[in-house]
């Protein structure tokens, strides 16, 4: 299950269709900051408050238990509803080389609808079994907003199935409990409405994200990339086709493709409408090929490793602290410039200050996840700020002086800044041969 920082769940920055509930809907509760700067809920049943006036409501559409069958390969046991299309999911809840760990955790998608999969592997003195008995039980909704509340009862059922198999009264108490109704009413998700994909670059605004994003998530996600923070931050800014490889556990890994999207914010209105969102895939598999063929963005993460071959699927390739892309015109981008290590440096002072304030002066009213984020955040505003000033001016010409006030390497960034302006369809003339640029 990775560091204990890690496993704070994905909570909000996404949006399903509205689905309709069945029963009464529960009493809410509320929010409150634990101790680590992560998000608190304040009891078992409650539901917490999104960004908006109301809280979220229930949105299960489908609870399914998947195991591993030595004849028949990986397969979907048992589901409710009984007629809701599940085909693939027994693949993507159980990732491919799961054999080889003992638990996980597993985010995907299942046409428009996430899911949340625990995933165990547990030994037994069975010749039929080989050995092992190996289970995913998981849920889908329209968003995953709500799949982290569940996420110790699928744990706790994931076990439950695997010393007990066959009794399902808990998880069909469950989804008596929390079911959602699809609108369609077709048992499938991949009829619904668009879904408002993360990140809808200014939909929420700062200080509600320090109540969404992940515990440590992001303070990870830095650590482990370093300097090539900013390497991602790039291909992100410019809505690129981005796959992570890592074998399993997977769990961590999908937290890495949430944190990517999110180095994308911008909460500056009028940025970003005609760009393609850059939607978090989580855990894709090789019966996702032809689904992401058709995708012009995407952040997603894999452990199979044929992907690396399918040079047409993505346009970046993060193979563990490895970042690659085939694309020459993408190549200079690869490449830390002075700007990215005084970023890097500027983001590491912030958070020793911070460490020093909370050590100090006992302040715990800030976490390391407000300052990552709002330190992309902030830098994001400066760059569509001074582009779109630059494009409101008469001559329209962006200088190395602008460059600079971006935080940017004027030669360093240059390749980066014209497919900003293409990709954004900002109106500014970049001056490339000027004297001042050398």
Known sequence: MGEPADEAPLLFWAEGPAVSLPQAEPERGGWSLAPGGGAAWGGPGELPRGPGPEAEADQIVAVFVVTFDPRSGNMVEWCLPQDIDLEGVEFKSMASGSHKVQSDFIYFRKGLCFGL???????????????ARMKSVGILSPSYTLLYRYMHFLE??????LEMPGHYSHLEAFYDDKKGVLPAGKGTCSSQPPVRW???????????????????????????????????WKFALLRKRILIFSPP????????VYCCCCLANVSLPGIGGTVPESKPFFYVNVADIEMLETEVSYVACTTEKIFEEKLDLYDVYVDNQNVKTH???????LKINSA????????????????YSQEVEEDCSSCEEDL???????QNNRIFQTLMEVSASQDKTLTADHARGMGLDPQGDRSFLMDLLEVYGIDVMLVIDNPCCT
Do not use: W
């Open 198 to 232: 993360l990140p809808s670059i200014h939909r929420y605004m700062y200080p509600e994200m320090k109540i969404t994003h992940p515990a440590g998530c992001m303070s990870q996600f830095i650590k482990f990339f370093g300097e090539q923070i900013f390497i991602l």
């Open 327 to 333: 694309h020459e015109h993408l190549q200079p981008l």
């Open 117 to 131: 999969a625990c995933f165990e592997n547990m030994p037994v003195e069975s010749e039929l079994e080989r050995g």
């Open 340 to 355: 990215d290590k005084e970023k890097y440096r500027r983001l590491n002072d912030q958070r020793q200050m911070l460490m």
């Open 372 to 378: 990552f984020i709002l330190f992309f955040m902030e």
């Open 249 to 256: 556990p997977v769990g961590v890994v999908c937290y890495r």
């Open 156 to 161: 706790n059922q994931v076990r439950h199935q």
